[in-house]
Structure formats: structure tokens, C-alpha cells
């Protein structure tokens, strides 16, 4: 951008410059180590997108749109009676598309219409930002609109428009989950020019002692990230509760919530966006298209798989882990608002908690992994063995007695501090997994393909919940469908060889970059 304005005092145009040439020359300059002033702007960056979406699009949005459905919706028991949401674990339905359905089920369908929603918008764009300084400025322009979104919510001055918390829902999840793709990418990219795996060259050391020292600053870049992004769910939750609080747990308390994280997310994202440093990529082919270039680009990765099997495998394994890990707290919250009759405040309170504990989590399994020079992999398989024993207790008790098994209020408070304990380990270390397997040059496009092996398999969690629960009238039978699979996806990831697929990726970013430098100096 510097570049740009000290050319336009000379009244160039920018078809009498060679702009690729220019950025081709700046991305072969010496490799800049990482700045303090850089990590904290990028957890900073991180920790405030993340209050959106942990606070108002995981919870604040679904209880939005359950209440306004509610308050829309009819008796269970007989259509002609208006939903009487006085009473204790009232039953109502609302019509939807000329089929009843109860409100709990509607924001699970909604979620799944995000995830689709979401995996198209990213394939569509991530890919690009790769190239050049894009990766900061499509980070901004998205916070941008994820601010705007969250506003979007003042239209829903009645009940009956919740049709248009429907439609926001997914738009604010697809901008949230974009920002995502973009921030994560720096994690890899961090690893490399971290002062300690620099040193580390520049010794002459190994390259198994390298990748060890790479591993593990890149596991403590991501603990950390991962705990102050908990910090700052923590104060957006504050103010929500608030909020909550002085407006009586309203509609419109609600919306109120649900824009302020809007406004935090984008404020926070404009402070510290002149210290997040671009990283900039290869610069971007001329006169291509963005959302063409993307999928065909997208295409080519996805059928080199022979070149990247490791990856792949890791990719399917992360498919089937997701959506069983995202499974698990969406039926919880449903049961925990539905049945044990938690209100606005209860929910935001259990939601902190969730929070608090992740981070204190993050941090225990954080020096857990060092005291005993743990790796990546073990750690994942650490968390999903405490996953599995959630899910025992879910399962099984409910076969024995119906006065346990996510019957008590006391169960909704134990099975959040438990699973707020482990659950930001399993994110953090499955993203440190693929950063260890990603090719240097497409961080974007793999974590575009990380979030879409996320989203585009999430939408089946809701969407199968909601049938079993339309079946069988009882959400707790629909904790079977993650430990499926869980249990799949741990038999998958357990092949993946983290070793060969280091190997994999330096090799296919060495002849991509090969062929690059091949093709750039045939035509300039």
C-alpha cells in the first residue's frame, strides 16, 4: 500500500507498472523474524473475532431465535392455544414451511444452512489470500461485514419477523468463520519466522531437531492464542450478561448483546490492524478471476492427494472429529435452555464458565505437554479419550435412572466445566496438526479445506439431532451420533504419520514454487 502512494507522487498509472514484479521482487526479500508487537496484535485480532462467535453466534443468536419462534409458535399439544412461555418446560411448535416444528430443532437447521452456507463463501475467496497483502485486507473488509451483520439484528422488532434472524444467522456465521480461515493461516506461517526455529537454521541444526522446536512454538503460539481469545470471551460475555440483566432478559436485550460483540469484534480489529504485519505470498496471477481462481486452484489441491496423502488423511479424520465435537455442546445448550429450564442469564453465566474453564484448560494441558515433551498428535488423542467419558456418562446413566443423565441443573453446570476443560486443547491441537502438515505458500487454501472439512460436515450433526429428536421426542439419544463418530475419526487420524507428511509438504511446496519461478520468468 506504501508502495502504491509513493508511486502516485510521480502521476504513474498502474498500467505503466509492473505491480507483480514489484511484489515478486518484495516476497524474495530475507525473511523477517516475528515481532512481539505482531503476536499480540494477531491474539488480540483473535480473541475479539472470537467473542463474536463463541458469544453471539453460538449462543446468543440461537437463543434469539428460539424465543422470537416461541413467542411466534403454538402449543404442542393443540395448535389453536398460543405458546404460554410462563410456564415451566412449556412445549411449543412453530410453523415452518407448512411443517411444525419445535424451536429447538429450528436453530439446529439453521446451523446446518450456516455450515453449507459458509463452505461455499470460503472456497470462493480464501484462496486469493494467499497472494500478495491480501490475507490482512480480506481479514478487515470481513470484520467489516460481520459488524454490519450483527446490527442487522435491530430489525427484529417482532416475533413474527424471526424469519429474519434466519437469514442473518447464517451470514454472520459465514463472515465469522471467513475470518477465521484468514487468521488461523498466520499460525504456520508464524512457526516459520518464530526467532527460536530461525536460530535454530541458523545453527546448522538438524532437521529433526528444527521440526521439533517448530512443533512446539506453534503449539505454544496456539495454547496461548487460544487463552487469551477465552479472556475476551470472557468480557464480551460480561457486558452480555449485563445487558441481559438491565433490559429483564428481552428480545431486545438480546440484540443489544448480540451488536455490541459486532462493534468489539471490528473496533478491536481496526486498533491493531497497523501492527498485524501482511506476511505477504506469491503475488496473484493477472486477470484472474477471484472466485473462478479459487475453485480451480481448490480443484488442483484437492486431486494431488497422491502427492499429500498424510494431509488427506488428516483432512477426513478432522471431517468426522468435528462434527462430532460441535455436536456435543449444541445438544447440550438445547437440553440445558429447552429442559432444565435455564434462562437468558443462566445460559450467558454457563457460557463464561465454559470459557473460564477453556482457558484454564489451555494452559493445564499446555504445560502437561511440556513437562513431558508430549506431541501434537498424543494430545489430540488425550482429548478425545476425555470426550469419550463425557459421553459414557450421557449415554449410559440415562438407561439406568431418570432422575440423571442431564436431568438435574447441577449436570448442565458439571458436563459445561467439564467440557469447557478439554475442548479448547482438542481445536488448538488439531489446528497446530494441520500447520505442521500444511505446504509453505497455500496456508489459506488448507485452512479454507480445514474449515470446510469443519463446516460442510456440521451441518450434519444439527440436522440428524433434530431428526432423532423429531423421532424420538428426546434429545439425549442423540449423543449416539458423535460417539460414532468419534470413534471413526480416531481410527483414521491414528494412521496419519506426521513425520512422512512434513516430508510431503516441503517436497510439493518446493516444486509448486519451482514451477511458479518457471512460469514467471517465461513471461516477464
Same mark, same amino acid.
Given at each position: ?11 504513474? &498509472? ?29 491474539? #488480540? ?5 472470537? !467473542?463474536?462467535?463463541?458469544? !453471539? ?5 440461537? =437463543? ?10 403454538? /402449543? ?45 463463501? &470460503? ?119 449485563? @445487558? ?11 440484540? @443489544? ?17 497497523? $501492527? ?41 479424520? $478432522? ?16 437440553? @440445558? %435452555?429447552? /429442559? ?8 450467558? #453465566?454457563? &457460557?463464561?464458565? =465454559?470459557? @473460564? ?60 466445566? %467439564? ?23 497455500? /496456508?489459506?487454501? $488448507? ?32 449423543? $449416539? ?19 512422512? !507428511? ?23
Amino acid at each position: 500500500m506504501a508502495s502504491t502512494h509513493r508511486l502516485s507522487h510521480h502521476n504513474y &498509472s498502474l498500467s505503466e507498472l509492473d505491480l507483480t514484479s514489484h511484489e515478486e521482487k518484495q516476497h524474495k526479500l530475507n525473511v523477517v523474524p516475528l515481532k512481539r508487537s505482531e503476536v499480540w496484535a494477531w491474539y #488480540i485480532q483473535n480473541a475479539t473475532y472470537c !467473542g463474536y462467535g463463541w458469544v !453471539g453466534g453460538f449462543l446468543m443468536i440461537p =437463543l434469539l431465535i428460539q424465543d422470537a419462534a416461541s413467542r411466534n409458535g403454538v /402449543e404442542a399439544s393443540n395448535h389453536a392455544l398460543p405458546c404460554n412461555m410462563t410456564v415451566q418446560n412449556f412445549k411449543c411448535v412453530t410453523l415452518v414451511l407448512g411443517h411444525y416444528l419445535e424451536p429447538g430443532t429450528i436453530s439446529l437447521y439453521i446451523s446446518s444452512i450456516s455450515s453449507v452456507l459458509s463452505f461455499f463463501c &470460503s472456497l470462493s475467496i480464501s484462496t486469493v489470500a494467499d497472494h500478495g497483502s491480501y490475507r490482512k485486507s480480506l481479514l478487515i473488509v470481513f470484520s467489516i461485514l460481520g459488524c454490519i451483520n450483527a446490527l442487522g439484528f435491530f430489525l427484529l422488532q417482532s416475533q413474527k419477523l424471526f424469519w429474519v434472524a434466519a437469514i442473518l444467522s447464517p451470514l454472520g456465521w459465514t463472515f465469522f468463520n471467513i475470518c477465521g480461515v484468514f487468521t488461523h493461516s498466520y499460525l504456520p506461517i508464524y512457526g516459520r519466522v518464530h526467532q527460536d526455529v530461525l536460530a535454530a537454521k541458523a545453527r546448522g541444526e538438524s532437521q529433526s531437531t528444527v521440526r521439533k522446536i517448530e512443533e512446539q512454538v506453534v503449539n505454544d503460539l496456539s495454547a496461548y492464542s487460544v487463552g487469551i481469545a477465552n479472556v475476551g470471551s470472557v468480557i464480551v460475555h460480561a457486558v452480555s450478561i449485563g @445487558i441481559s440483566l438491565a433490559m429483564k432478559e428481552s428480545m431486545l436485550g438480546l440484540e @443489544i448483546a448480540i451488536a455490541f460483540a459486532g462493534v468489539w469484534w471490528l473496533m478491536w480489529m481496526l486498533i491493531v490492524a497497523p $501492527w498485524l504485519d501482511a506476511r505477504p505470498g506469491l503475488p496473484m496471477p493477472k486477470g484472474k478471476n477471484w472466485i473462478a481462481y479459487s475453485w480451480k486452484k481448490t480443484y488442483n489441491t484437492v486431486t494431488s492427494f497422491r502427492q499429500l496423502p498424510e494431509i488427506f488423511k488428516f483432512m477426513i479424520a $478432522w471431517f468426522i472429529l468435528s462434527d462430532g465435537a460441535n455436536t456435543i455442546p449444541a445438544i447440550l445448550f438445547v437440553i @440445558i %435452555y429447552r /429442559e432444565l429450564s435455564f434462562n437468558h442469564t443462566h445460559s450467558l #453465566i454457563i &457460557s463464561v464458565l =465454559l470459557a @473460564i474453564m477453556a482457558c484454564l484448560g489451555a494452559y493445564f494441558f499446555l504445560g502437561i505437554r511440556k513437562l513431558w515433551k508430549l506431541t501434537t498428535k498424543f494430545m489430540i488423542m488425550l482429548t478425545l479419550f476425555l470426550y469419550a467419558l463425557l459421553l459414557s456418562y450421557l449415554i449410559i446413566v440415562p438407561y439406568f435412572t431418570k432422575s440423571l443423565g442431564l436431568r438435574q441443573t447441577w449436570e448442565g453446570w458439571a458436563c459445561t466445566v %467439564y467440557m469447557g476443560f478439554i475442548i479448547s486443547t482438542f481445536y488448538s491441537s488439531m489446528r497446530v496438526m494441520l500447520s505442521e502438515l500444511c505446504p509453505e505458500g497455500d /496456508e489459506n487454501e $488448507w485452512f479454507s479445506l480445514y474449515l470446510l472439512a469443519d463446516k460442510g460436515s456440521s451441518w450434519m450433526g444439527p440436522f440428524v439431532t433434530g431428526a432423532i429428536y423429531t423421532w424420538t421426542g428426546d434429545y439425549r439419544k442423540a449423543f $449416539w451420533f458423535p460417539v460414532a463418530l468419534m470413534a471413526v475419526g480416531v481410527l483414521i487420524l491414528s494412521t496419519v504419520d506426521m513425520d512422512k !507428511g512434513k516430508d510431503e509438504a516441503r517436497n510439493f511446496a518446493a516444486d509448486k514454487k519451482a514451477r511458479y519461478e518457471a512460469e514467471y520468468q517465461t513471461k516477464y
